[in-house]
């Protein structure tokens, strides 16, 4: 099985601009994250998808590969998409271009989860709810599955809603699930995912995956231990370079 990961990565950001090519540790923020994908067993190929070219020039400069891309992508789907359609890959693997701490083990977990469930269209990775701010927040995403593992839903709001009590979060297995953001497609099933319109559930809830479950697609969800941080705000950046430099003082010491 061939397995390609492109890295979509736009330089526009409302709440970080310009952070694929913040740079504190000496690194670009995207070659930690090319460099954290490319340390996965199962990836063949690693590409960054965008539409700027500073990043190109980035990319280029440690040796990465990339992928100029159109500016009018609505979403990161898209433009990984727009790659697939370039590359022979059985699998394509969309890692977010923000997320340098994504272990390479979680890509070839996603890759397993396609070959051990031939029906799934796709494999995404959840982890329990950690408490309850984070299962009544919006900005954490829940998602809930069947016996098989696949997903029924994904939603901002609380699922499954406890009617009576709390929520215990602390049941095993675990039932309260915290949705991941990477993505593992069949190559085939993204590019007609791509072709669909979005999805009404998709618009209320914005979530793009809604968009998969509404034309009937299937999704194969993983179980990780914890949630890898991704880096959306100054705050983030600040925390994944003081993370960066105490691994690499236990390194050399």
């Not at 991941?180 to 914005?206: D, I």
């Amino acid at each position: 099985m061939r397995v390609a990961v492109v890295i979509p990565a736009r330089f526009a950001s409302s709440r970080l601009p310009g952070k694929p090519l913040l740079r504190e540790t000496g690194k670009y923020l995207i070659q930690h994250v090319y460099e954290q994908a490319a340390a996965a067993k199962t990836a063949s190929l690693v590409i960054v998808a965008t539409d700027d070219e500073r990043i190109r020039a980035a990319v280029e400069g440690f040796g990465g590969n990339v992928v100029m891309t159109r500016a009018d992508h609505p979403s990161g789907t898209d433009r990984v998409a727009e790659v697939a359609r370039g590359i022979g890959a059985d699998v394509v693997v969309n890692v977010q271009g923000d997320e340098p701490q994504l272990e390479p083990a979680a890509i070839d977990q996603l890759v397993g989860l396609l070959v051990a469930d031939p029906g799934s269209d796709m494999a995404t990775l959840a982890t329990p709810l950690p408490d309850r701010e984070s299962y009544l927040s919006p900005n954490v995403v829940k998602v809930v599955c069947d016996d098989r593992g696949r997903a029924l839903y994904f939603s901002r709001s609380p699922i499954p809603m406890t009617r009576d009590g709390e929520p215990d979060l602390a049941a095993r297995p675990p039932r309260y699930l915290q949705h991941l953001g990477v993505y593992a497609y069949r190559r085939a099933f993204l590019l007609r995912l791509a072709g669909l319109p979005p999805h009404p559930l998709e618009e209320a809830e914005k979530l793009e995956q809604l968009r998969v479950l509404g034309a009937g697609g299937t999704i194969q969800v993983g179980r990780v231990a914890q949630a890898h941080r991704g880096v959306d705000t100054p705050a983030d950046y600040a925390a994944f370079v003081r993370a960066y430099g105490e691994r690499r003082s236990r390194r050399a010491a």
